[in-house]
């Protein structure tokens, strides 16, 4: 095939950014952008091509070969069911909804049409992650500790939990997709938020967050979740298996056992850019790397809408063995 005719739906900081790695494929072209607000897509797409488009229809009457989907967690849903619709390869920013019953309902869906997706859990592509596997590889994990200690981001969505789905759903995602990766399926989690929000204009989301966590193979761990500072202090995992600790952030890899400590530096643009080259890759045929497609994603959905439903109820959750559908409240 010729050039990869790409739109995207969403024109924010998420949007941009791809819209940036994009332009700089030969061999894609951007069709265009639609936006709830006209003006950011007309701005999004006068600066890397295409067209302001004036919704999704109009949008997929275009011919796109893929669409990127960078909307907000509310806003997940129907415009998902309309490119699975229309049979279009689609990418998926993180997190793919507010909630779990939209993410099950679009996993439905990609199933049943046997559509090429992916979602935008780039820290699958840090080099440092596939050094992690290989030194975890013949040593059972016994302990992992992830972290997202954060601030509020600037936009008046973030800090409702019926918009945002609150920080495990929306920050902590990278966390646990990669908790996910390097450990395995979790089974049971007990969490707990502080009933109290940030600072923050309308806030209704817990200020901070932390869980317990079985895995299927009997390691255990936690998770600490936190909006309340004025910058981005952590974000990654501490693991302990026999004889070995790693800690991994976006940034790198440290590594500590008999031989001492050694350090190993990442490099999250390149990850940035190599999610998009995956994808695009896949779709014109020439490639084969995508690393999270929608039902792997799900995985990590279900995983952080356990946690969120864990610290509302005050109860442990139980989720499914893999390959089932939907979590269950424990008495």
Request: proline share 6%.
């Amino acid at each position: 095939m010729g050039a990869c005719r790409v739109a995207l739906v969403g024109a924010g900081g998420v949007a941009q950014r791809h819209a940036r790695v994009l332009g700089g494929f030969a061999d894609v072209e951007l069709v265009g952008v639609t936006d709830v607000a006209p003006d950011a897509a007309a701005d999004l797409a006068g600066r890397y091509g295409g067209r302001a488009f004036r919704d999704i229809d109009d949008l997929l009457a275009a011919g796109p070969d893929a669409v990127y989907v960078c909307v907000p967690p509310f806003a997940h849903g129907p415009v998902e069911e309309a490119i699975v619709d229309a049979g279009v390869p689609m990418f998926v920013e993180k997190p793919v909804a507010v909630d779990l019953d939209t993410a099950e309902r679009i996993a439905e869906r990609v199933a049943r049409r046997g559509l090429l997706t992916a979602v935008g859990h780039h820290w699958r592509y840090l080099h440092v992650v596939d050094q992690a596997r290989e030194l975890l590889a013949d040593r059972p994990v016994r302990l992992v500790s992830g972290a997202w200690l954060d601030k509020v981001p600037p936009v008046d969505w973030w800090a409702r939990r019926d918009r945002s789905g609150g920080p495990v759903i929306e920050q902590a995602a990278h966390v646990l997709d990669l908790i996910r990766v390097l450990v395995g399926e979790v089974t049971e989690v007990t969490a707990y938020g502080d009933g109290n929000p940030p600072p923050v204009d309308g806030a209704d989301i817990d200020s901070v967050t932390t869980a317990a966590l079985r895995f299927a193979d009997g390691a255990v761990g936690t998770l600490a979740a936190a909006c309340v500072l004025g910058w981005k202090h952590r974000a990654g995992l501490e693991i302990l298996a026999d004889g070995l600790a790693l800690s991994l952030t976006e940034n790198g890899l440290t590594v500590c056992d008999a031989d001492g400590e050694r350090r190993f530096d990442a490099d999250p643009d390149g990850a940035r850019v190599a999610v998009d080259r995956a994808f695009v890759d896949a779709v014109r045929g020439v490639g084969d790397d995508v690393r999270v497609p929608y039902p792997e994603a799900l995985g990590t959905q279900r995983l952080a809408c356990a946690v969120a439903e864990s610290a509302r109820t005050g109860r442990p959750v139980a989720l499914p063995a893999p390959g089932r559908m939907g979590v269950t409240v424990g008495a």
